[in-house]
């Protein structure tokens, strides 16, 4: 089955304490990023990758980190969460053709004390 | 600026009724897609429609299409004969330049919560 797989779906830690959050495809998609969704926002870029080792900022990358050393994988580093970041986040991938939709992972609900 | 604006933070509707989502839409690049997400209480993204901003005819899937005015700069979505499990956020969504950061990106309204009563 087609999917994009995130993990962890809930996660609550505290400020500060380093965590990864996955992302991986199998649909050998070129195109992987990373959204953040809040409450009267909609869905705001973090992080894209265009393909393997070429990563770029999104709208809102400060405090996040990610790479992309295997086409099927980007995970999402918060080197050191704080409140505000406490949100929910998407992984989304699609082939290289601009007007394509995305796929979307489940969801990973972040809580950042 | 590329900007997308959906005006209808909640709307309600009967079962088997259809509705109509607001969206409208603003860029200056002439090559866009626009699209159309379901997001159910699990939370999920489902995507739902597209429309090519150079699309002759409106997007339909199912029983949902999307009613592209160009010149209006709007993409509404109309889901016809609303079920209960169509009960979601619905978002649209749109790609395209964004001259700012000199890229093409994926922008998303805020929303719109749909509740089918039956």
């Known amino acids: 089955e087609a999917q994009v797989t995130q993990n962890p779906r809930y996660l609550i830690t505290v400020t500060g304490k380093k965590l990864t959050v996955t992302c991986s495809q199998n649909?050998?998609?070129?195109?992987m990023s990373w959204y953040r969704q809040d409450p009267g926002l909609g869905l705001r870029q973090i992080y894209y990758?265009?393909?393997?080792?070429?990563?770029d900022k999104g709208d809102v990358p400060e405090g996040y980190k990610v790479s992309r050393k295997e086409k099927r994988n980007f995970p999402l580093i918060l080197e050191s969460p704080s409140p505000n970041q406490t949100s929910l986040y998407f992984c989304?991938?699609?082939?290289?053709?601009?007007?394509?939709?995305?796929?979307f992972g489940q969801g990973t609900r972040l809580t950042v004390v | 600026a590329q900007k997308i604006t959906q005006t209808q933070p909640g709307m309600f509707v009967q079962e088997k009724e259809a509705v109509t989502l607001d969206c409208t839409y603003d860029?200056?690049?002439?090559?866009?897609?626009l699209f159309w997400y379901k997001q159910p209480s699990s939370g999920e993204m489902i995507f739902l429609i597209y429309?090519?901003?150079?699309?002759?005819q409106n997007a339909t899937e199912g029983r949902y299409s999307l009613n592209f005015q160009k010149a209006r700069k709007s993409a509404n979505l109309v889901i016809s004969a609303s079920q209960l499990g169509d009960s979601a956020m619905y978002f649209c969504?749109?790609?395209?330049?964004?001259?700012?950061?000199?890229?093409?990106?994926?922008?998303f309204g805020s929303g719109t919560r749909l509740q089918v009563q039956p």
């Open positions: 990758s265009m393909n393997v080792e070429v990563t």
């Open positions: 860029t200056s690049d002439p090559s866009y897609g």
């Open positions: 429309q090519g901003s150079y699309d002759q």
């Open positions: 989304a991938s699609r082939i290289g053709t601009p007007n394509t939709e995305a796929f």
């Open positions: 969504a749109m790609r395209g330049f964004q001259s700012l950061t000199g890229r093409r990106a994926l922008t």
């Open positions: 649909m050998n998609h070129e195109y």
